[in-house]
């Protein structure tokens, strides 16, 4: 993060000499028009123009095979609201990235905090935890269908194996029953959780390390002389230090978290799983719009997520203020 | 030997290593099922037998043989065709936009930037509803126009190549105008060669998220000879259900070249990751 900050700073020293540079200074300024302008009809026609449509969307009574599209206000986020099953979905979705965001952080930064400390190897783990993150989520979700298969599904075979193992060494434990991983409605989000876990933490994790690496080494150095044990170095250096690289992967953890859909989509085959537990907001949203074809309502749906997420991420830019104005 | 210990980090080495195989394992079992006969999967000692036994590609054979339900070729080829040509749009187009930002005056510039950067907290997932009755509107449904060309739209590669292009000492540049080179030639003989790290990493990011992209072609497409690989893993999913041989035969195949791409070029990636602090998702 740190190494960002920098980047930014000399970013700004450069950008002021380029008030005398020679490319800018002297070419008035439709040749800079230009060489942005691919880009900018892209982002307008793609972006920036589908995000304020999607809003106007929201605001009609939108079915795809209808030929008129009445203006109806608020009523689709009125609908929605007293929707039970919205209510299902925002529920889901917000227990999963209740999961998600604290614990997959907390992996990332252990996992961090194990590669700053090697000194050989460090190419190969990082490797090893990062390559789940290169792979589709359909490519995960099949996957992990099968880890989590009851009957003969690698987690519960090797859980068997460890309870009946603990049983024989006198341990007073029940029989170990084969855990319903996504058959039950109570294992639903956890099982999601863990397996969206497994697949993202590598990417936080090498965010984490660059903040550790830039921690300066004197600070260590210092609290070696002093005597301190290593939780004392965490806790008052390390932690402390990393806390904009905290925030910034936790801004973009509740950002990612809350758009979850490919994981119940591949899992459940396109449905919400059992009892509607793997339903969430955007899953609910497809099936609004896709399945039904009430696009209206499922812009409404986007919407509402938009608003949450954006309420979450400006909780949090607050909190990261100070890093935030150099930024812009 | 506790120095010894100490040394050599010999518990820590143990933790990670551990840690390191915890992470592998599913990706290993993915591949040791593929390898697999249907009896060896469900009983080979128990199920948990990580070396198949007999070895068989029996399952890739059937995979990559019933084109007639599943074309893989044919969603292969839409896979490596479209993440090929929505890598080099982003290249082109973002790496002209980064040299705006970064060194040309216009008016408005700033605050033009100011709203791509703005619009980077913007859920992607808002966007599918408009985006798709655009599509629709532009008739693009069902064609690669419409995986290909919003694609461009991201401000991601725009905010990276800018932050990398300021880097560059303004010296160089200056020195290229005094000889007689205008914004263009600047651009394309001083700019773009002392870039090619931060090209690559865009390139790479690039490539990889719409390798995996699934919303997508998702809703974007429709029809068995429009969709990639992610979407037919799901087409095979519906089809062959518990048949897991043949459907971790289908993610294998479905997750081996990005693997390559990022073993190839895994510095390039972390790297890229650390100096722009996105992990590119």
């Known amino acids: ?30 040749i800079g028009w230009l060489f942005a302008l691919p880009h900018l009809i892209l982002f307008f026609v793609f972006l920036l123009g ?42 889901n979705t917000a227990y999963f990235v209740f999961l998600v ?48 298969n009851t009957q003969v599904g690698l987690l519960n075979l090797y859980l068997g194996t460890m309870v009946n193992g603990l049983r024989q060494l006198g341990l007073p434990l029940s029989a170990f029953q084969p855990i319903p991983w996504l058959s039950d409605p109570h294992w639903t989000m956890p099982s999601i959780a863990l397996m969206s876990i497994w697949w993202g933490a590598g990417g936080n994790m090498i965010l984490y390390l660059a903040g550790i690496n830039n921690i300066p080494p004197d600070y260590y150095e210092a609290a070696r002389i002093d005597g301190a044990n290593a939780w004392q170095v965490f806790k008052s250096i390390t932690w402390p230090l990393l806390r904009p690289t905290t925030l910034f992967c936790l801004v973009f953890s509740v950002l990612g978290a809350f758009q979850i859909f490919g994981q119940s989509y591949v899992l459940y085959g396109g ?47 607050r909190l990261l203020s100070n890093r935030e104005e150099s930024r812009s | ?16 290593l551990a840690l390191a195989l915890l992470f592998l394992a599913p990706l290993l079992w993915m591949l040791t099922t593929s390898l697999k006969t249907p009896e060896d999967i469900v009983n080979g000692l128990g199920a948990a037998r990580w070396l198949p036994r007999p070895a068989t590609l029996v399952n890739f054979h ?13 969603w292969t080829g839409n896979s490596l065709f479209i993440s090929l040509a929505v890598t080099a749009l982003v290249l082109v187009v973002d790496s002209l936009a980064a040299f705006s930002y970064a060194r040309l005056r216009w008016r408005g510039r700033d605050q033009v930037f100011a709203v791509l950067v703005a619009t980077m907290l913007v859920p992607g997932q808002v966007l599918l509803i408009p985006s798709y009755l655009l599509i629709r509107q532009l008739h693009w449904f069902d064609t690669y126009w419409a995986l290909i060309v919003p694609a461009g739209a991201s401000a991601f590669g725009v905010f990276l190549l800018r932050q990398f292009f300021q880097t560059i000492p303004v010296e160089l540049e200056e020195a290229a105008f005094l000889d007689g080179c205008g914004p263009f030639r600047v651009f394309w003989h001083v700019i773009l060669p002392l870039s090619k790290a931060a090209l690559a990493t865009l390139g790479i990011f690039t490539f990889m998220a719409t390798w995996n992209a699934f ?40 997750a081996m070249p990005v693997l390559f791409a990022f073993l190839l070029f895994q510095k390039h990636i972390i790297k890229g990751i650390s100096l722009t602090g996105l992990a590119g998702r």
């Open chain 1, 271 to 317: 449905g919400a799983g059992p009892g509607r537990a793997g339903l969430t907001l955007v899953l609910y949203m497809y099936q609004q719009g896709f399945s039904q074809y009430e696009i209206g309502y499922g812009a409404a749906i986007a919407y509402l997520l938009f608003a949450i997420v954006l309420a979450f991420t400006a909780v949090q830019f």
């Open chain 2, 62 to 74: 059937t995979v990559l043989n019933n084109v007639e339900e599943f074309p893989i070729w044919r």
């Open chain 1, 1 to 30: 993060m740190q190494a960002e900050a920098k980047a930014l700073d000399s970013g700004s020293v450069s950008q002021s000499l380029s008030t005398r540079s020679a490319a800018g200074g002297r070419s008035g300024g439709w």
């Open chain 1, 101 to 148: 965001v604290p614990l997959g952080n907390l992996v990332s930064l252990l996992l961090a905090l194990g590669l700053g400390q090697v000194r050989r190897l460090q190419t190969f783990y990082k490797v090893a935890f990062y390559m789940p993150v290169v792979i589709s989520i359909a490519v995960v979700a099949v996957l992990w269908q099968w880890l989590y």
């Open chain 1, 50 to 91: 589908p995000t304020v449509y999607g809003f106007f969307i929201s605001l009609r009574e939108w079915h795809v095979l209808a030929k008129q599209h009445p203006f109806v206000g608020l009523a689709n986020y009125q609908a929605a609201l007293s929707d039970d099953i919205f209510w299902i979905a925002l529920r």
């Open chain 2, 215 to 254: 919303e997508g072609p998702l809703i974007y497409t429709d029809s068995l000879e429009m969709r990639t690989l992610p979407i037919g893993i799901t087409i095979f999913q519906g089809h062959y259900n518990i048949q897991y041989g043949l459907m971790m035969a289908a993610a294998v195949l479905a």
């Open chain 2, 1 to 16: 030997m506790k120095r010894f210990l100490y040394r050599s980090q010999l518990g820590l080495h143990i933790v990670m």
